[in-house]
């Protein structure tokens, strides 16, 4: 962890990337004027408030990002957080293809760190839908032959269930989605999540 200084983890980090080397010092600038804690979490930079984790930097093929963990909660007056797909309930990001996007609206970003700061600090908590997506016909057929596996995947946190269905459910075909099914079968019999 490191507040004011630099932490080496977080230089290290910046310069294994082959692009956004540049983006990725002037994020960083940026986010460390707001008096955040630097600390390394899923391998990029991560920005603290009192422990919370507020605004990760990364970078992706055709895009760097700020990603504000509380992003659905954030005032949006530029219009800039993006939902990165549908099935994502809290973060938002900001994403940047040049140097220049983040030069020109240093003070825009910083204030959109500020209001995250802000998120935090009034303990405002995103509400998360726990609906779970529909069960495709194959687990059903599954989980009716074997009252071991029904039951295990019954005995699965709500957020590992419904990880199992969108991957079961994400597969066109029937003979996927069974494969997938099978596959996976060990890991709910065990009480693991998808990415466990």
């Known amino acids: 962890m490191s507040q004011g200084g630099d932490n080496p983890e977080v230089d290290a980090i910046i310069a294994r990337y082959t692009r956004w080397v540049e983006e990725m010092r002037a994020l960083r600038a940026i986010v460390r004027e707001c008096r955040l804690v630097e600390e390394v979490k899923w391998g990029q930079p991560c920005y603290a408030f009192e422990g919370a984790n507020v605004v990760l930097i990364h970078g992706f093929k055709d895009y760097c990002a700020l990603l504000f963990f509380k992003g659905a ?12 797909t549908e099935n994502v309930q809290s973060s938002r990001q900001i994403r940047f293809t040049g140097l220049s996007e983040i030069v020109d609206r240093r003070a825009v970003l910083k204030a959109y760190v500020e209001d995250a700061i802000a998120v935090e600090k009034a303990g405002l908590k995103v509400e998360k839908k726990t609906a ?13 032959a074997s009252a071991e596996l029904k039951a295990a995947f019954a005995a699965l946190t709500p957020g590992r269930r419904r990880a199992y269905l969108l991957h079961f459910g994400a597969a066109k075909q029937a003979k996927t989605r ?6 996976c079968a060990p890991q709910i019999l065990a009480g693991k999540g998808l990415d466990d």
Do not use: F, G
Request: hydrophobic share 35%; proline share 10%; charged share 40%.
């Open 73 to 84: 909660l954030m005032r949006d007056p530029e219009t800039l957080l993006i939902r990165q």
């Open 132 to 144: 779970e997506s529909p069960y495709p016909d194959e687990l059903h057929a599954r989980l009716a």
């Open 178 to 183: 069974e494969a997938r099914i099978e596959k």
